[in-house]
């Protein structure tokens, strides 16, 4: 018996968390009194968009998974409160089944790579090693460390010689956020096929947060942070876009284990955010931009978010921001916002772009890619091409801009 308790207890901790009759909603606060109810229900709803109930406001719509159990109550709550909401997604575990297509199925299975799915960790990694193999003059694999876990994080550089100057591209802070390193892995290929390569030399990480993205696959497909855990706590994990160094623990961020923003218990203490930062830092001489990806909004966000202050080169951020924004709505008419982070997204500390903006890198970027809620994170495989597509076009913006940077050329 105890044994069959035992044995019950451990397959319980290892199943896959499943999503079935959990919906999203979009809720429409106007009242300050109802942005507060919302609020109120940290600790018990999911936060998709904004990420946290500190970044709820007035008329601004909020996106949120509600499990199953708790629906009829919550919704009864809503409107007894007269919040108008819509159900943005009906059944959660049926929109992350449809996320991924069957894979004998999909008409480009037998055919190389395919970029058109999303990977996972193992695959990725593979992925990388064989990138380096298929194209060694152009390619190089290195792992910039290792995660808590003891995974490595892979790095591609692609150049055509030395001392050419460089950006950094990353992808996968965020686990959930799964396009994301959906599109580092096409973003490489497409760049293997173009010309740019003559001008800069492109670092690609395609999964920073790779312990969180490997548990998205196995266990929790809504997981947002990283896997460590510390004595004293029984959560797990540090959300490594709070935990840089730039503004670190300020608004917006958590000083609580549990919460989906914990900034952790001392700057760069994710040995992934610190893998990033001591690349940044080594090469902060040749880095003349620094994008991250992550999901969703479609958004060009650049610094600062943790302070309402404004960048000392804020027209020149500003600049490329536009001609991305015009960029990445040609292919689709795929409309995105711009802005520096504080004001068009929220105030958040410890992010990734700031402390690359501070630490020198001229031209430092956010994207928030698709979509704007109706999938949110279970974004089907079938979105990936025009993605990567209308993204390429972005990054052409970006690339642009990291040679005028290098030619000492200032445009607002
Ligand atoms: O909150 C974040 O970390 C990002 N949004 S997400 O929904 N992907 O979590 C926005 C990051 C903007 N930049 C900084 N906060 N530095
Ligand atoms: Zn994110």
């Given at each position: 018996m105890k044994l069959?308790?035992?044995?019950?207890?451990?397959?319980?901790?290892?199943?896959?968390?499943?999503?079935?009759?959990?919906?999203?909603?979009?809720?429409?606060?106007?009242?300050q009194d109802q942005v507060e109810l919302i609020r109120g229900y940290e600790d018990e709803i999911d936060f998709w968009n904004p990420g946290y109930p500190s970044q709820v406001h007035e008329n601004s719509p909020v996106d949120v998974r509600i499990e199953k159990f708790q629906l009829m109550k919550f919704k009864r709550t809503m409107k007894d409160a007269g919040i108008n909401f819509e159900v943005k997604i009906g059944d959660v575990q049926m929109a992350i089944d449809e996320q991924v297509e069957p894979r004998s199925n999909h008409p480009k299975a037998l055919i190389g790579y395919n970029y058109d799915v999303y990977h996972?960790?193992?695959?990725?990694?593979?992925?990388?090693m064989d990138m380096e193999q298929q194209y060694p003059t152009l390619v190089t694999r290195s792992v910039i460390g290792t995660s808590w876990e003891g995974r490595d994080i892979p790095m591609l550089t692609l150049k055509t010689s030395d001392s050419k100057p460089a950006m950094?591209?990353?992808?996968?802070?965020?686990?959930?956020?799964?396009?994301?390193p959906a599109f580092c892995q096409c973003y490489v290929q497409q760049l293997i096929d173009s010309e740019i390569l003559n001008d800069l030399t492109i670092h690609v990480i395609p999964v920073v947060n790779v312990d969180g993205y490997e548990y998205t696959h196995t266990t929790d497909r809504m997981w947002r942070k990283t896997r460590s855990k510390r004595a004293g706590s029984i959560c797990y994990g540090v959300d490594p876009n709070r935990n840089c160094d730039a503004g670190w623990s300020g608004p917006g961020s958590s000083s609580k284990p549990?919460?989906?923003?914990?900034?952790?218990?001392?700057?760069?203490?994710?040995?992934?955010?610190k893998a990033v930062a001591d690349f940044i830092r080594a090469n902060i001489n040749s880095l003349k931009a620094y994008v991250t990806f992550h999901a969703y909004g479609q958004m060009i966000l650049y610094p600062y978010?943790?302070?309402?202050?404004?960048?000392?080169?804020?027209?020149n951020l500003d600049y490329y921001a536009v001609a991305a924004y015009n960029a990445v709505k040609t292919p689709y008419?795929?409309?995105?916002?711009?802005?520096?982070?504080?004001?068009?997204?929220?105030?958040?500390?410890?992010?990734?772009?700031?402390?690359?903006?501070?630490?020198g890198v001229p031209l430092s970027y956010t994207i928030?890619?698709?979509d704007e809620g109706r999938y949110g994170f279970a974004l089907p495989e079938r979105q990936i091409e025009p993605v990567c597509i209308e993204t390429f076009n972005l990054m052409e913006v970006m690339h642009q801009g990291a040679r005028d940077r290098a030619n000492g050329i200032i445009l607002e």
């Open positions: 069959f308790v035992l044995f019950s207890l451990v397959s319980l901790a290892l199943a896959k968390k499943t999503f079935f009759g959990d919906q999203v909603l979009t809720l429409y606060p106007t009242t996972t960790y193992d695959q990725i990694n593979s992925w990388t950094l591209v990353d992808c996968g802070f965020h686990a959930r956020e799964w396009i994301s549990c919460s989906e923003t914990y900034y952790g218990p001392e700057k760069e203490s994710e040995p992934e955010v978010s943790y302070t309402e202050g404004v960048a000392a080169t804020k027209d008419n795929t409309n995105y916002i711009y802005g520096p982070g504080a004001t068009t997204i929220y105030l958040a500390a410890g992010g990734s772009d700031d402390f690359a903006y501070d630490a928030e890619l698709r």
